[in-house]
């Protein structure tokens, strides 16, 4: 079964820190997409940061960057210096190629002044 | 900045009963699906839509559900006898391009209540 795991319900940070978001995820495929999104309280989620299975780099995106291990079926989502208005529901969701992505429990993230 | 609206924010309704959850995808947008969320649980795939028809459902999505995009703007979701079990968060999402290269805009969601 194709699963998405986030072991870590909710995750506090300092400003201006550093903070990593745990996912794993359970597929026979070789080739997908791997994806944060985050969802700020009573907002519309919203796309992070996007990883192809097939290209060994890690995705950044300004403060936000990936560590992709694809042999681990592990994808966590590194924020550094976190602000403010980071501080939302994070997403981690798997897309195999059928038309439909799987997503995670969610990462509830404080981020504290 | 345009962006996925959905209808109503929040519904209470007897069991039994049907209700119709509506979203407006963005306007170029080809491909549609509707989510739900159980409190404190996963977001759920209920249904990807493309070209006028089901591209793919969940085994949650049975009989009792249904979507339809009746006049090229709308989109949505009825579901016909509601349960108990229904209660949830129901998220509308649209993309450009089907895929993990296509990016999910999501709605607000609407928020379902069965008594």
């Known amino acids: 079964a194709q699963t998405v795991t986030q072991s870590q319900p909710e995750m506090s940070v300092q400003e201006a820190e550093t903070v990593t978001l745990s996912c794993t995820y359970d597929?026979?495929?070789?080739?997908?997409?791997l994806f944060w999104y985050k969802q700020p309280p009573s907002r519309q989620m919203i796309l992070v940061i996007r990883?192809?299975?097939?290209?060994?780099q890690n995705a950044t995106e300004n403060r936000f960057s990936v560590n992709f291990q694809k042999a681990a079926k592990s994808f966590s989502l590194k924020i550094s210096d976190s602000q403010l208005g980071d501080a939302a529901m994070y997403f981690c969701?798997?897309?195999?190629?059928?038309?439909?992505?799987?997503f995670g429990t969610g990462t509830r993230l404080k981020v504290l002044a | 900045e345009p962006e996925v609206t959905q209808t109503p924010s929040h519904q209470v309704t007897q069991m039994g009963q049907e209700v119709i959850l509506r979203c407006v995808p963005i306007?170029?947008?080809?491909?549609f699906y509707w989510y739900r969320q159980i409190l404190g649980q996963k977001v759920e795939f209920l249904v990807s839509?493309?070209?006028?028809?089901?591209?793919?459902k969940s085994e949650i999505f049975d009989d009792q559900f249904s979507v339809e995009r009746p006049d090229g703007s709308n989109f949505t979701l009825k579901i016909r006898s509601t349960k108990l079990e229904d209660s949830a968060m129901y998220f509308c999402?649209?993309?450009?391009?089907?895929?993990?290269?296509?990016?999910?805009?999501f709605g607000e969601g609407s928020r379902l209540t069965v008594l």
């Open positions: 999402a649209s993309s450009f391009t089907g895929g993990g290269t296509g990016e999910l805009f």
């Open positions: 597929t026979s495929e070789s080739d997908y997409y």
């Open positions: 990883q192809e299975a097939y290209k060994q």
């Open positions: 969701a798997y897309y195999p190629g059928t038309y439909k992505y799987i």
């Open positions: 306007s170029n947008h080809l491909y």
């Open positions: 839509f493309y070209n006028n028809e089901i591209s793919e």
